[in-house]
């Protein structure tokens, strides 16, 4: 079918897959219906990295128009510009990604239409935030004040990179022991320049933004998605802060009439809930709310989140993405 160049540590085909790494049983961790996230230990290196476990994520069935080859070729260009964002947004601040392919997906058929599967193999640096939501663990104030910094310099890396994330949330948040965070699921994440729109991002109704939720997504531009991702963070540590459940704020989310009203209220309970940078996340909560600057934002909550170096991009090696 050809082959597309790009920028990336390495490409590896199925049976390299197959054969370089094995996945434990019973170790899946399945954050959409479409998604297969599997937990699996390397059996030999293929890239020299300084971790020892890897996550091998697979997204089914992606739809590549082959009406023309001009459309093929489009198809997999807007496909790869996600998988190069992550590659470039990688950082102390997101998963590290050693390998990824293109498999042909099984049992799926549409005219002038070739489906793909793309399997991409990242680092495994600790389940995702969803977990200490099931297990109602309480957070501490120097916890929640690490993941509000950690969110914030993450936004501050996207605005720099002009990157969308789309879907940010607790389970596209992992964490070690030692609460550091990182950001996954970027490998749908793109370019773009304000004014585009951009309308085939995903997002997650609970978290995003009353524009992204009732836009037609033909509609939304970047700049709308980008601040998309600041409310979805607002969402974010509201959630973690105070142990809302999904369903909970769901229900918020959709009470048309009162929404608004019912957020202020988890807002204020927020605040009053950390003594000590409660003061700081009441403000800085509506400032992501309301779309404010993120630097505003980041200045407004610790002047030193703005000296940070948030980059460490490795651009040494150009690979082939094979579709096999």
């Known amino acids: 079918m050809g082959t597309i160049r790009l920028k990336f540590k390495q490409m590896i085909s ?8 094995k996945i434990e049983q019973g170790q899946n961790f399945v954050s959409t219906p479409k998604v297969q996230v599997d937990k699996v230990q390397r059996r030999v290196p293929l890239a020299q990295t300084t971790y020892n476990e ?3 994520k697979r997204d089914k069935g992606i739809p590549f128009s082959i009406g023309s080859p001009d459309d093929f070729a489009d198809s997999i260009s807007k ?17 590290n990604v050693e ?14 239409t070739i489906f793909l599967d793309k399997i991409i193999v990242m680092e495994y640096f600790g389940q ?25 310099r993450s936004l501050r890396m996207m605005e720099q990179r002009g990157i969308i994330h789309g879907d940010i949330k607790p389970a596209n948040i992992v964490r070690n022991n030692e609460f550091d965070f990182k950001l996954i699921d970027m490998d749908d994440s793109g370019f773009y320049r304000s004014e585009e729109t951009v309308s085939t991002r995903g997002h997650t109704h609970a978290y995003a ?18 601040l998309n991702d600041l409310h979805c ?25 009162n929404s608004k009203k019912r957020m ?10 950390f003594p000590k940078i409660g003061n700081k996340l009441k403000k800085i909560m509506s400032m992501l709310i309301n779309g404010d600057a993120i630097d505003n934002i980041a200045r407004e909550y610790d002047d030193g989140i703005l000296s940070h170096e948030i980059f460490s991009l490795n651009h040494d090696s150009t690979s082939e993405a094979l579709l096999l």
């Not at 809302?244 to 229900?251: G, S």
């Open 14 to 21: 199925e049976e390299q897959l197959k054969r370089h790494y």
């Open 54 to 56: 890897v996550v091998i």
């Open 79 to 95: 496909t790869m510009n996600g998988i190069l964002s992550y590659y470039r947004a990688q950082s102390e601040l997101v998963v």
């Open 99 to 112: 390998a990824m392919c293109f498999v042909p997906s099984l049992g799926l058929r549409a005219p002038n």
């Open 128 to 152: 995702d935030l969803t977990n200490d939501l099931a297990k109602q663990m309480e957070w501490s104030e120097q916890n929640i004040d690490k993941l509000v910094r950690f969110l914030i």
């Open 209 to 226: 933004s009353n524009i992204v939720r009732t836009k037609p997504l033909s509609r939304i531009t970047a700049q709308e998605w980008k």
């Open 233 to 257: 963070v607002a969402v974010t540590i509201l959630q973690i802060a105070l142990g809302i459940t999904v369903d909970e704020l769901q229900n918020i989310r959709d009470d048309e009439s």
């Open 264 to 273: 202020q209220e988890k807002i204020n309970t927020l605040a009053s809930s």
